[in-house]
DNA sequence: TTGAAAGCGGTACCAA
DNA sequence: TTGGTACCGCTTTCAA
């Protein structure tokens, strides 16, 4: 047979990988005494070979500890199997459930996860230069994204999910958790238990979930025909702390309820309500949040909140973005999920 | 010029990108008025090429949005600055912090990362296979390793650097908080203070860092002349409960000091002991940790505990893994790095 | 079913 | 400095 012509370009097969990563489908194809062709097609489902061969072509494969190049293949295929996934703060304790539960779900699905953490949501250029050469598959994306930003995603063909942001301006995939509804629920269940005198801390000005949810409140509170007050925040626990405080101070110490826009900071809020206030809780003042992460279940601050269903939103953004990367032109759709309601002790309600 | 007769293989260059993710060179290079070797120099650093033709160039590649194919370069270079990053529990609290803070110091040296989450420390195997797959430049993995598995790595070329764990049997580079040094600050402040009766709550039984931290408080405890009870946990809220109530029934309650392997498993134990056996700490209990975890500060229970330096530990890890990506020859190293106490109020300490 | 061959989009060597 | 050209390792026609 003469293997020892067969040449890839001007080159003997044999070369290869002694000094490389690994060896490639031609070492297995001539340990196997097959063509390359063969190779690849064994590593390729629903392609024709005969069993022969195959297991032939895999037992070599196994022997050399061949896996196939994803880089190469996925050069010609213009699949690489990766998908961006864009978060802009991990420290917020909402997001690591998000990415764990992301990642999980694609890798069951063989899609890789490109991982880019910003710092603000505003410095997204530069990541999305980066997203953009290493010709992800589609992007599941945390952060806000501008409409140019949005408008290069459907240029370029790349399928994106917002989560828990919808495009601005434009229809995009995006899945939710209503931030309004939510906040209905808690001010309905404060108002209905007595409170009247109301503060809301918000968080990052850029934040959009911040924006929903504050608006949300306030738009509920003014159907009830109420106000409140208003501290921004950083999604922190400081920021529960020295919002409330602020908050104290400008209303006289006659503040009932206060409204927190994520979990962290009406943590922050319970213990400078305890701690420095010296309140007790919830008699003295109702505290809430948003989200259900897991330290708010925690004993020492039970923070009546709203549990986003996590593992269902981002099944629903996972399979979101297979099916776009399916299917590029299939039409923008926003699923939206109802938050469930955790009475803690933190706040009374009706 | 006839630029119109300009081929690529047999096609006309002026094929191209009307229905691909975007522009190549080649489409630059016609823009341009220049070949496509010109093109791939001006994207590379140090490459001979003269201003003018640069900037013409770089003009017509911002006007047609042309970004370098990752992709392809990473098929010739055998460069696809990626770095894998396995981490094997997100929902620890710790490790969302140390992703974060890896990510961020790689993407400042131009390299993504590729992120896997695990399980258990177990299904590995799975995962190494799709490192592979990727030609990663490297891998940073706080996750266990066989010696099967970095024999692997070495093989195949590809710089590997442990986070808080060091290669079994082999030396392997990494980076790690000294488990035993910390633990033994711990026992030392706990025993001068007068605590007699320990009890240890260990993480999960294939966890390294929960091996390492309670053989280090076990074997301080027995220079002590000290022994202690044992019960195993998972690393979260719910053993840190569980295993004070086990403990406490085995003792008799008459246990006055807990060693906790992390944080979050101190936290339940503070909650356990607080809530259910109605003791006031650190009085009647001392309760340590160890990592330093964000919530650990918190007012509500201020544990005392060993903080790791996460910053100077990412750092470490991001630029051995940058020297061992440009020199794969360079020899194993490990860098430990002593924690900090964080005196909280959860035990009495000398 | 099988193998030969033409790319995918770059890089890098070479001669001009 | 420049353009031509041979690859990187795989996928995918197309004939045999």
């Not at 064994?42 to 880089?71: D, H, K, W």
């Not at 590029?328 to 469930?340: H, I, Q, S, Y």
């Amino acid at each position: 047979m003469n293997r020892g012509n067969l040449k890839r370009g001007n080159r003997p097969i044999s070369k290869s990988h002694t000094n490389h990563r690994g060896p490639t489908s031609y070492d297995v194809a001539q340990h196997a005494g097959v063509s390359q062709s063969a190779v690849s097609r064994c590593f390729r489902p629903g392609c024709s070979i005969s069993t022969a061969t195959r297991s032939r072509v895999l037992a070599a494969a196994r022997e050399l500890g061949y896996q196939p190049n994803a880089v190469a293949s996925g050069l010609i295929t213009r699949r690489t199997g990766l998908v961006a996934v864009l978060i802009s703060n991990l420290t917020n304790l909402y997001y690591p459930e998000v990415l764990a539960e992301l990642t999980t779900r694609l890798a069951a699905r063989d899609i890789r996860v490109l991982l880019f953490t910003l710092q603000a949501e505003s410095d997204i250029d530069a990541t999305l230069a980066q997203v953009w050469r290493y010709r992800v598959d589609g992007a599941i994306v945390a952060a806000r994204l501008s409409q140019v930003q949005l408008r290069d995603f459907r240029q370029k063909r790349v399928p994106v999910v917002l989560y828990n942001r919808f495009g601005e301006g434009e229809y995009v995939a995006s899945v939710c958790c209503d931030s309004a509804a939510g906040e209905h629920i808690l001010v309905d269940g404060l108002v209905a238990a007595g409170h009247r005198s109301f503060g809301i801390i918000s968080g990052p000005d850029d934040s959009y979930v911040s924006a929903q949810r504050v608006t949300g409140a306030q738009r509920r509170l003014a159907d009830h025909g109420l106000t409140s007050l208003l501290v921004s925040g950083q999604f922190d626990y400081d920021s529960g702390k020295s919002g409330l405080r602020a908050l104290w101070a400008r209303s006289g110490g006659k503040l009932d309820a206060l409204i927190c826009a994520n979990d962290l900071m009406a943590i922050g809020a319970i213990d400078c309500a305890r701690n420095e206030l010296l309140l007790q809780l919830p008699e003295a003042l109702s505290i809430v949040g948003f989200d259900g992460v897991a330290p708010a279940a925690w004993d020492s601050y039970r923070v009546t909140t709203i549990r986003q269903p996590v593992g269902r939103m981002t099944e629903a953004a996972v399979s979101m973005i297979i099916e776009r990367i399916a299917d590029a032109d299939l039409p923008p759709e926003v699923r939206t999920f109802a938050g469930m309601l955790m009475s803690g002790g933190s706040a009374r309600l009706a």
